[in-house]
């Protein structure tokens, strides 16, 4: 068992200066260690936005990404000037570089437009600012676009973090904790206790002159489906509003501590399952309709990774809290060494995959999971450059999805899921397919697109799931992003 080198403070609480886990050396040491942060690529030459509408616009907005490469390799010389964005004046704050804040000097239109649509955005409660609606869209009463969800507030949040307004995070982070206290059923169906809601929704009484929370834990939702990334956003959420203000107290406060608890609870739980990775069904995460993403999807895989490393540094070292955390070590490591081998593809493991023995038992088998080499799709070898590799979508029995998710692949840099070697690859791959990836549209979520009949097998016929359609296969940049266009990731 690998021990843990934390300095516990007197209220019981984590120092987080001192643990921070490694992330290439996952298997080798413990987690109290900052490692190199993988080199950042020289993007310039690769340009998908309209120069003549963004050349105007901050640092942190230009459309030549070695601009933001050197911002982002500066940052991470000194991790901790990633998270002072509450500073107005700091000379390493987010806010100071890219320049969106509302205090910024002088703001692009297009961003403070942003800002003006994000703060139209805001829902209140009893008078207080609780969240971000999905979308600015009225055009029909029927779509939930005027439900806060958990997922899709998350980006609006680290806006407000950065911009020094962290209390709507934290009444956001409040209010869903007790949506989790509620009693969860679905055609009488009982969830577990530590589900987070998908969305909730402020019902307002004219009458009576009260407000009520509706919360949506799957009963309403399409397909009946609860959400399994909920909770993994809210613990990464709540430790950037404790790295961001430098306030531990909420993280602190007993029902706080409960609530990661019950969340991890749920994730941890042993069963049937002989993979430290976590089931996950379509239309849980995401998105809501049929991807053919059943099983182990990446996407999910990286979100859990980086919520049980951050709740390592928001969990009290008590009884309960103390023996998670052992949990949380042992899984990180099994979960690590599954994602770094299993879902891993670059060139070399491609070709090993085409020389493949089926029907291999023993602990010795090369084949693991007994891949078909014929069922490697056409496109894949074109796909992958001589320099690059990616985390696949998806791996189970006689099963890979080779797809590119984009989400996925970033939240396992960003976590350090992805060892040094394996982000710099990931970034190689993105510059080698940039046409492919970017191009002159949104960055795709998924690549490529499913099509014809596939497309009719796996998406049952779901016509906002067409290929290339903006709802599923790609992603809209951040200015959309902040000005909160309908679609959902």
């Given amino acids: 068992m ?11 609480s984590v120092n987080n200066d001192d643990l921070i886990m490694s992330g290439h050396e996952l298997d080798e040491y413990d987690f109290s260690r900052f490692v190199d942060r993988p080199r950042l690529l020289n993007l310039e030459r690769q340009r998908s936005c309209d120069e003549r509408s963004l050349n105007d616009f901050p640092v942190g907005f230009s459309p030549h990404p070695s601009l933001r490469a050197d911002y982002l390799g500066r940052a991470f010389d000194n991790p901790d ?42 829902v209140y409660f009893r008078g207080q600012p609780v969240g971000t609606i999905a979308a600015l869209d009225s055009s029909d009463e029927k779509l939930n676009y005027d439900q806060v969800f958990v997922r899709d507030f998350v980006p609006s949040a680290l806006a407000f973090l950065m911009n020094g307004e ?17 009693e969860k059923k679905i055609d009488r169906f009982q ?42 956003w809210w613990i990464i959420l709540l430790r950037a509003y ?9 993280a602190d406060k007993p029902e706080c501590q409960k609530g990661i608890r019950l969340i991890l609870s749920l994730c941890l739980s042993e069963g049937f399952d002989t993979f430290p990775t976590l089931l996950c069904a379509d239309g849980c995460s995401m998105i809501d309709r049929r991807m053919g993403v059943y099983g182990y999807p990446i996407e999910i895989q990286a979100l859990f990774f980086m919520a049980l490393r951050c709740a390592m540094l928001l969990l009290k070292h008590d009884g309960p809290g103390k023996e998670l955390i052992e949990r949380i070590v042992k899984r990180l490591h099994a979960l690590s060494y599954h ?22 038992y023993s602990h010795t088998a090369v084949n693991k999971f007994n891949v078909m080499p014929d069922s490697l799709p056409d496109w894949v070898m074109d796909f992958m450059p001589l320099h690059g590799g990616y985390f696949i979508g998806n791996i189970g029995p006689s099963h890979m999805d080779f797809r590119w998710f984009c989400l996925g692949n970033c939240i396992a840099i960003l976590s350090s899921l992805a060892t040094q070697e394996q982000s710099s690859a990931i970034m190689d791959l993105i510059e080698s397919r940039w046409e492919e990836l970017v191009g002159d549209m949104p960055l795709k979520v998924c690549y490529p697109a499913i099509e014809n009949h596939e497309w009719r097998i796996v998406t049952g016929c779901d016509p906002k799931n067409t290929r290339w359609s903006y709802h599923c296969h790609t992603q809209p940049p951040l200015t959309y992003a902040l000005k909160l266009n309908k679609s959902k990731f």
């Fill in 81 to 122: 000037s990633l998270y002072s964005p509450g500073r107005r004046s700091g000379c390493n704050t987010p806010m100071s570089h890219f320049g969106y804040g509302m205090m910024a000097s002088d703001p692009h239109p297009m961003i403070a437009e942003a800002w003006d649509d994000l703060r139209r955005a805001l």
């Fill in 339 to 360: 994602m770094r081998n299993y879902f891993w593809l670059d060139l070399k493991q491609l070709n090993d995959i085409y020389r493949y023995k089926t029907e291999e």
């Fill in 242 to 250: 404790t790295k961001s203000t430098g306030d531990m107290s909420l």
């Fill in 2 to 12: 690998t021990s843990l080198n934390v300095e516990v403070l007197q209220n019981g």
């Fill in 166 to 182: 962290p209390e709507v995070v934290k009444n956001f982070l409040l209010k869903t904790l007790r949506l989790q206290g509620w």
């Fill in 191 to 232: 969830l577990g206790e530590g589900v987070m809601p998908a969305s909730f929704k402020v019902l307002h009484d004219p009458i009576r002159n009260t407000e009520t929370l509706m919360a949506d834990f799957g009963e309403s939702a399409i397909g009946r489906v609860a959400p399994v990334d909920s909770g993994f």
